[in-house]
C-alpha cells in the first residue's frame, strides 16, 4: 500500500467517470496538462500501456487493461468517500457544509453567513468553493447554492428565487461620467465582462438598448465577483445580477446605472439538497433559511 500512486490512480479514475481529460481535469480543479502527465507517468509505473493510440483529435479511449485498472480505482475511491463522508457526519452533527461557486459565495453566501449562524443557533456552517456544473453532489456536501440553468442531477432542487439583471458602475467613477440618465450614455463608458452569458452585454444590447452597443470592447474577467471587483474601483460598467451586488450597492459601492432598466432572470437561484443530508435537522434549517431570504429577496427586488 506504501508503494502505490494514489494521486495518479485518482487521475485515472476522473478521466473513467468523467469520459475525458478536459472533463477530468474540471472536476479535480486542475490543468488538463496535469491529468496526461499522471495517465503517463502511471503507465511507466505499471510498465503497460493505459491508453489506446490515436489519432490527433480523436477521443482518448482506455486500453482493457486500463478500463479494468480505472473501474477499480473510482470503486475504491468512492468507498473511501462513503466511508469518510460518515464518519465526518458523526463527529458533526451540528455542521452544515454549503458549495458554492466563487462569486455566489463571496458576494452573497458569505456576508449572510453570521445571520444565518444567528438565526440557526447552535450549527455549524462551513462553505466551499467549486466550479462544478452539477451532476450528483460530493458526498460531503450537504446543499449547493446556485444560480442560472441547472443540470441534471440526482439531488432535490429547490428554487428559490427570481432575480434582475442591471448594469452598475463605481458611485465615484458614475459621478465623474456625469450619471448620464439616456441610454445612449452606454455607448461612452468602458464596458466590463466576464463569462456568463446570462449577463452578457450582448443580451443587454438586444433586449434593451442601444442597438449600436460596441459589445466587443472593453475589459475580460473570469468572474462575476472580478467583474464587480472592478467596477467599484472605477474600471468601467457591469452588468451583474441583483443578488451578487446588492450589498455594494447598500454600502454605496456601486450605483445601480439608468434608473430601473434590466433584464428579468425567471428562477436564478436554486439549491441542490444530498439525499445523504435530507433528513438531518441542521441542514434542513440551513435550507429553509436561504428558501426565505431568497423569497424576501424575489418579493423585495433586488
Known amino acids: ?3 502505490l500512486p494514489l494521486s495518479l490512480l485518482r487521475s485515472l479514475a476522473a478521466v473513467y467517470a468523467e469520459g475525458g481529460v478536459r472533463p477530468a481535469a474540471k472536476r479535480l480543479s486542475v490543468e488538463h496538462s496535469t491529468i496526461s502527465r499522471a495517465l503517463h507517468e502511471l503507465e511507466n509505473w505499471l510498465g503497460t500501456p493505459l491508453i489506446e493510440a490515436q489519432a490527433r483529435g480523436q477521443r482518448l479511449k482506455l486500453t482493457q487493461q486500463g478500463e479494468v ?43 449572510r453567513l453570521p445571520r444565518i449562524e444567528a438565526d440557526c443557533k447552535g450549527i455549524e456552517v462551513s462553505i466551499i468553493v467549486d466550479t462544478v456544473r452539477m451532476g450528483n453532489l460530493d458526498p460531503y456536501v450537504d446543499l449547493s447554492l446556485r444560480m442560472g440553468p441547472h443540470a441534471p442531477t440526482s439531488a432535490t432542487i429547490y428554487h428559490i428565487g427570481s432575480d434582475i439583471a ?3 458602475m463605481g458611485t ?28 452578457a452585454w450582448s443580451t443587454w444590447r438586444d433586449q434593451i438598448g442601444p442597438l449600436d452597443l460596441d459589445v466587443a470592447a472593453g475589459s475580460r474577467f473570469t468572474s462575476a465577483d472580478l467583474v464587480l ?30 434608473g430601473n432598466l434590466s ?19 441542521p441542514v434542513t434549517k440551513v435550507r429553509d433559511w436561504l428558501i426565505a431570504e431568497g423569497k424576501a429577496l424575489t418579493l423585495g427586488g433586488s
Request: hydrophobic share 45%; proline share 5%; charged share 25%.
Open 229 to 258: 471587483r472592478a467596477a467599484e474601483q472605477g474600471r468601467g460598467l457591469a452588468l451583474t445580477r441583483g443578488w451578487l451586488a446588492r450589498d455594494a450597492l447598500s454600502e454605496g459601492l456601486l450605483t445601480q446605472t439608468f
Open 172 to 199: 465615484d467613477a458614475w459621478n465623474m461620467a456625469g450619471s448620464p440618465t439616456k441610454i445612449d450614455g452606454l455607448q461612452r463608458l468602458p464596458l466590463l465582462h466576464d463569462r456568463d452569458t446570462r449577463t
Open 69 to 111: 485498472l480505472a473501474e477499480a480505482a473510482l470503486s475504491a475511491l468512492r468507498d473511501l468517500e462513503n466511508a469518510t463522508a460518515k464518519l465526518r457526519e458523526a463527529n458533526s452533527s451540528k455542521r452544515v457544509i454549503i458549495a458554492a461557486p466563487p462569486s455566489v459565495a463571496n458576494r452573497w453566501l458569505l456576508p
Open 166 to 168: 442591471f448594469p452598475v
Open 1 to 3: 500500500m506504501r508503494d
Open 263 to 281: 433584464i428579468e432572470l425567471h428562477h436564478e437561484w436554486w439549491i441542490a439538497e444530498n439525499s445523504a443530508s435530507a433528513m438531518r435537522t
